[in-house]
């Protein structure tokens, strides 16, 4: 997917947010964010918007200072969908008022503004995920779009530790970790270092054996929801070969 397609899915994903939310009781319970209601919800995803849009207007060039940004909260928590539905419009605008290839300081790997708007979509995605589970739907997620979450994911995991410390621990002597689509031919190498670890470029060649230490298996929307935590690896929904240490070390190391 290329940023053009990244805003597109960021609207739409706020869209489907907000057409689960709303009329919902709000005191609703996330089971898949342990302690939080539908509000907290909606609250942190439109808040998500409004800091994200604020980096990009400033195009900031180094780690911000602050996260204060004024997020005129309804008084209402019934209220909170339409914030977050106004919340992403106004992410909209300022995508079109952004060159998303203009250098930007992120956190990530990528070091442009298009970083913020792929980051914001799959913390939407991600959060819509949340919402629908909690109202008892069953979320879909289009395989393009899971294909290009997961990548974000992997690309990106490795500069986390500041506020993903867990995964100071992913190291080890040279040991691989497959994640391969069983609905496509996409599959992405970690290899896990003495001093650290990473995607190997180019991703896994899948046309030949690839040999890893260890392996998951499952659908593109099944391995995303897999690395956010939002499915448990024992379902059966993954098929898992190889090295039980490195699969368990990978899981308990890598929450986001």
């Not at 977050?84 to 070091?111: K, N």
């Not at 991600?126 to 779009?145: F, K, M, Q, S, Y």
């Not at 929307?221 to 690395?227: F, I, Q, R």
Request: charged content about 20%; some cysteine.
């Amino acid at each position: 997917m290329n940023p053009t397609q990244h805003v597109t899915a960021v609207a739409a994903e706020s869209a489907r947010f907000v057409a689960a939310a709303k009329g919902a009781d709000p005191a609703t319970p996330v089971p898949s964010c342990p302690g939080w209601t539908l509000a907290d919800l909606t609250r942190h995803t439109g808040s998500v918007h409004r800091w994200f849009s604020v980096l990009l207007r400033q195009r900031i060039q180094q780690p911000p200072t602050s996260r204060d940004v004024e997020l005129s909260l309804p008084e209402t928590a019934a209220d909170y969908p339409d914030w977050l539905a106004e919340s992403a419009a106004r992410s909209a605008e300022v995508f079109a008022a952004t060159d998303l290839d203009a250098p930007m300081w992120a956190w990530g790997l990528d070091q442009h503004a298009r970083f913020w708007v792929r980051r914001m979509l799959f913390e939407t995605l991600v959060h819509r995920v949340d919402a629908e589970l909690a109202l008892g739907l069953t979320p879909r997620i289009d395989h393009a779009l899971a294909v290009d979450g997961i990548d974000e994911f992997l690309t990106n995991l490795p500069f986390a530790s500041f506020f993903a410390p867990g995964t100071a621990a992913l190291r080890g002597p040279d040991r691989t970790l497959l994640f391969r689509c069983t609905d496509g031919d996409d599959g992405w190498l970690v290899r896990l270092r003495p001093d650290g670890f990473g995607l190997v470029p180019g991703g896994a060649d899948l046309t030949d054996p690839v040999k890893a230490d260890a392996t998951v298996e499952g659908t593109s929307a099944d391995l995303l929801l897999l690395l956010y935590g939002r499915l448990d690896r024992t379902s059966e929904a993954f098929q898992q070969l190889g090295d039980e240490d490195l699969l368990t070390l990978w899981f308990t190391h890598s929450a986001f």
